[in-house]
């Protein structure tokens, strides 16, 4: 079996939950690394303080001992001098667990502070590296398993580091992105289950579509939506499966009509055929009464392959036309040439053609327009009352349409509101005279012909007795 690409394509319902799953997730690592680093920064701004503030208290004393001692060389005697005498000094080191380390030029020890860190500081503590790497800049060091930000700064006797242990902040940062990332974990979950659930209940209505339409026989044409209890959204696509509907119900009925219709028109010739042959058959006849038999079923044929034409020429132009049949028409030549045919059918009933107006050319197929108006004059000398006039007039509006009337005068008045029944197949006003008036197809030809060719016809009676048709077709540009 071919595979179709259209089977890869996700229901629409996780399409937009896959969508909204990404565009939150995607928020969610935005909003997760924004407050981790507005954490981060807010701990790192805070320890900077406070090394600032220690380092110019240290700096202080520094130039304090250099302008004491210029000449003097640092050594583990003149250390205390560097002690802070400050009780708040000492409080404000001892609040913030503030660590120093103290070193001459070379490198060499000479005292700690507290004097406890001197047992932390290992075999490979090198404070002349420190200072070589992070010159009078805070940095983040690791001492004995221990994270510090910490600066070293220096005078011309000794270097001071000044350390901040900062594991508290790392421990507390640790423990905020676990919870922060289980609670955005938890919104997400969150968010993505109420829009499921919102998406679900909003396509809902969408279901009783689909049940509606998988209810859809030929006996329940007239189930209908209820517009106003749809989505705001859902109410266009709800009222064009109504009038969907109402189009879907009116071509059944007009089908179904059909299929009775043709099946009466094909009955009546057939059971005379079959009549006619059975009587000849039914004993041995002379050579005149079997020809004249054969005229009478010759008749009945005719009728029936005109049938037939008819109902293959309305099959062939709901089809609509191809380019290859569209060609120029001139319309005033053409309907010159049928006037002249029907005058002479015409003249019996005293009946005349008075033709005005500027006819223009169109687009189509001669043969098909041809058949439209000879349609329509047949029908216009047939039902025109004896000793009157056909008018036929033609205008070209400036939407480039060509509007063409024929009116004439009936014999019996007609109510605007059997006109429509007019255009039905096999509908016959002339109930008495079906026969004579033809199979009843002749206006349903002219409007699929108009219909193919972009066009429109409409009748409309004028006093009761003015049988005025309208056809309008595109002029040719």
């Not at 900062?166 to 609670?183: G, M």
């Not at 059944?252 to 079959?274: G, K, V």
């Not at 053609?353 to 500027?358: I, P, S, Y």
């Not at 008036?437 to 006093?463: D, F, M, P, T, Y």
Request: aromatic share 8%; net charge negative.
């Amino acid at each position: 079996m071919a595979y179709n690409a259209d089977n890869r394509r996700l229901p629409l319902l996780w399409r937009t939950l896959l969508l909204l799953t990404i565009f939150v997730v995607l928020s969610q690592i935005v909003i997760y690394i924004w407050v981790q680093h507005s954490v981060k920064g807010h701990f790192e701004e805070m320890d900077a303080e406070i090394i600032t503030h220690a380092a110019f208290n240290w700096r202080q004393r520094l130039s304090d001992l250099d302008s004491q001692n210029p000449n003097a060389t640092l050594s583990e005697s003149t250390y205390p001098s560097l002690i802070p005498k400050d009780k708040h000094l000492h409080s404000s080191a001892l609040d913030y667990d503030l660590k120093s380390v103290i070193t001459n030029k070379q490198g060499q020890l000479l005292a700690t502070t507290p004097a406890s860190f001197a047992n932390e500081l290992g075999d490979n503590f090198d404070l002349l590296a420190l200072r070589q790497n992070n010159a009078q800049q805070q940095f983040v060091t690791h001492i004995n398993d221990r994270h510090y930000r910490a600066i070293v700064i220096e005078n011309q006797q000794a270097l001071v580091l000044i350390a901040l242990p900062i594991d508290v902040h790392h421990q507390y940062l640790l423990q905020f992105n676990r919870q922060l990332s289980l609670i955005l974990l938890v919104i997400t979950l969150l968010l993505v289950s109420i829009a499921a659930l919102s998406v679900y209940w909003g396509f809902a209505p969408l279901s009783t579509i689909m049940q509606k339409m998988q209810a859809i026989r030929p006996d329940r044409l007239d189930q209908r939506l209820n517009v106003d209890e749809m989505p705001r959204e859902l109410r266009p696509l709800a009222a064009s499966y109504n009038l969907m509907l109402t189009k879907l119900e009116n071509n059944f009925d007009s089908l179904s009509r059909f299929s009775d219709n043709i099946a009466h028109e094909l009955r009546t010739p057939l059971a005379t055929l079959t009549t006619q042959t059975q009587v000849m058959l039914s004993k041995p006849r002379d050579t005149v009464e079997y020809v004249e038999q054969l005229h009478h079923q010759h008749d009945t044929l005719a009728q029936l392959s005109n049938l037939i034409n008819n109902m293959l020429l309305l099959a062939k132009t709901q089809k609509g036309l191809n380019d290859s049949q569209l060609k120029p028409v001139n319309i005033d030549a053409l309907l010159t040439k049928l006037i002249d045919y029907f005058e002479l059918i015409a003249e019996e009933r005293e009946i005349a053609f008075e033709k005005n107006g500027a006819f223009g050319s169109v687009l189509g197929d001669d043969s098909l327009l041809q058949r439209l108006f000879a349609n329509l004059l047949s029908n216009a000398i047939y039902y025109a009352t004896s000793e009157s006039v056909i008018v036929i007039k033609s205008v070209t509006d400036h939407y480039e349409k060509t509007k063409m009337t024929i009116t004439n005068q009936l014999n019996e008045p007609l109510a605007q509101s059997e006109t429509d029944k007019l255009f039905e197949r096999f509908y016959r006003q002339d109930k008495d005279h079906q026969h004579q008036a033809g199979a009843g197809l002749g206006l349903s030809i002219v409007q699929a012909i108009a219909k193919a060719h972009n066009g429109k016809v409409s009748i409309r009676i004028k006093e009761e007795y003015y049988f005025e048709v309208q056809i309008e077709l595109p002029s040719l540009k």
